[in-house]
């Protein structure tokens, strides 16, 4: 039997896009419909940026979520920028992808689940990066300059520049030429 008080849920709202909300804003993004951004005031977008239908962007009122210029990030994609996001130029993001940045802790044996304390580590994904359909980008991840990431990939730990990397948990395929 566990010993918790149930916590209290509020809605954060539509999300509704607004790009005069967001930190900063290049010049030619295109966001589609059905787009949600939380937290603008915490995003800031390059210049040359699509987002794809169905994308939630949900910035975190402690931390920003950073996006180069020449980027795209394909439909239904699932960004979290709890504990930082930086997306480098260049990046290629594939249909829904999740990139997420936090984890349960599971220390506190009175508590279910759902209900553990959350940490938070940054997320670096740096310039000529290709992320394939999706692909799960987890917590504390730096994706290096020029990585390939594999369809359905989850990837939990850093590799070197021009890795091919896929698989769950992701791995080394081979390196590919600079």
Not at 15 to 20: I, K, N, Q, R, W
Not at 63 to 78: K, L
Not at 148 to 162: I, R
Request: aromatic share 8%; charged share 20%; glycine share 12%.
């Amino acid at each position: 039997m566990f010993n918790f008080t149930p916590k209290q849920f509020k809605s954060e709202g539509p999300g509704t896009p607004d790009l005069s909300l967001l930190k900063s804003c290049g010049e030619n993004v295109i966001i589609e419909d059905g787009v949600r951004i939380f937290h603008p005031e915490n995003i800031s977008i390059g210049d040359n940026v699509y987002i794809g239908h169905d994308t939630i962007l949900k910035g975190y009122y402690k931390s920003d979520i950073v996006i180069g210029s020449n980027v795209w990030i394909g439909q239904q994609c699932f960004i979290i920028g709890a504990g930082g996001l930086t997306i480098g130029d260049y990046v290629g993001i594939g249909p829904q992808v999740k990139i997420h940045p936090c984890e349960h802790t599971h220390d506190d044996p009175t508590l279910p689940t759902s209900f553990q304390p959350l940490f938070f580590d940054p997320i670096v994904i740096e310039e000529d990066v290709n992320i394939g359909i999706g692909a799960m980008i987890m917590h504390g991840v730096t994706l290096k300059s020029g990585t390939l990431v594999g369809a359905n990939a989850v990837v939990k730990k850093n590799f070197p520049e021009y890795s091919i990397i896929g698989g769950v948990p992701a791995k080394l395929i081979r390196s590919r030429e600079r």
